[in-house]
């Protein structure tokens, strides 16, 4: 079993900037996509970035230029630095993590973009 821990998540006024961080923990042994998905009510859970072990990078067309995935595979964590967000970007944000073909969810931080 892999354990996730988002953080990060909050307030911000569009325009700005929020960096979340996920650490995993447990068997990490053997992860390979690590990311980001956002989910919003009555919709479904939607890519936003996702990085493999070796280091290919996945971003949904919404967030390209704005958003930045990087991972830490020696901490076992994976970052989003997002930029210049959007009322549209407000979402509950979900860390993701794959290994040996099992998905494995955080249980969510919630970023909201408003003035």
């Known amino acids: 079993q892999v354990q996730l821990v988002e953080s990060g998540g909050g307030l911000v006024q569009p325009g700005g900037s929020l960096r979340l961080s996920c650490a995993a923990s447990g068997s990490v042994f053997g992860i390979n996509a690590m990311g980001w998905y956002r989910q919003t009510p009555g919709k479904q859970r939607e890519l936003v970035a996702t990085v493999t072990s070796g280091s290919t990078v996945q971003y949904a067309e919404s967030v390209k230029g704005r958003f930045t995935i990087s991972r830490d595979n020696a901490k076992n964590m994976v970052y989003l630095q997002m930029n210049s967000l959007k009322s549209e970007d407000t979402a509950v944000y979900y860390c993701?993590?794959?290994?040996?073909?099992?998905?494995?969810w955080g249980q969510g931080t919630q970023v909201t973009v408003s003035s």
């Open positions: 993701y993590a794959n290994r040996f073909w099992a998905d494995y």
